[in-house]
């Protein structure tokens, strides 16, 4: 790593203090890229289309670079990296970069909630829920599990995104019309 960037070991050392913080460094940095891919989705007055629109958005970054992603959310364990053992040591959930970031899903949550078009939760339990079905869809599709599907955006991700909030206690035309309108939101803001 050192020496494609044209430096030395110890000057990547004396910077970073060794591998983990470095690896912390890039996993901020994903982060903070992530943070300014959700700031170009704009808030609008549909909660749940938002919503779908950084699930999209999420994918994307994932997509453009499959290797950070997965050392942002702890998928690379093969080779010679593993994870910081020590969760005192290991920020991922704690860094201020990831607060940034899922900081626009949980305030999208939050309008949801206070929207009524699902039954009151605790706001960052549905967060959660969100963050936990995107970032499972986008791993499993990484790893080329929906291969044999045309395209399992429309096929998988999105149909499970209403299903979700669905489950939640929204209506199912009004939840589809949202994840329409938020799939047109995100082809406006990252054309083709």
């Known amino acids: 790593m050192a020496s494609a960037s044209g430096l030395s070991t110890m000057v990547v050392y004396s910077h970073f203090g060794g591998i983990p913080e470095l690896i912390r460094a890039v996993v901020d940095h994903g982060f903070a890229e992530l943070d ?10 549909d909660p749940v289309a938002d919503l ?6 999420c994918r994307r970054v994932a997509c453009e670079n499959p290797h950070l992603y997965d050392l942002m959310f702890g998928l690379s364990t093969r080779a010679t990296y593993r994870p910081i053992s020590d969760s005192a040591a290991r920020l991922s959930g704690r860094s201020p970069a990831f607060r940034g970031a899922y900081a626009h899903v949980a305030e999208a949550c939050a309008r949801l909630v206070n929207s009524g078009r699902v039954r009151p939760e605790d706001p960052e339990v549905v967060a959660a829920q969100l963050w936990s079905f995107v970032h499972g869809y986008i791993s499993l599709e990484l790893a080329d599990h929906f291969v044999d599907f045309d395209d399992s955006v429309t096929q998988v991700l999105l149909p499970m995104g209403v299903n979700l909030v669905v489950g939640m206690g929204d209506e199912l035309d009004r939840a589809r019309a949202s994840h329409e309108a938020g799939a047109r939101l995100y082809d406006s803001i990252w054309p083709s």
């Open 36 to 45: 300014r891919a959700f700031a170009r989705v704009p808030v609008t007055e």
């Open 52 to 57: 779908c629109a950084q699930s999209l958005t």
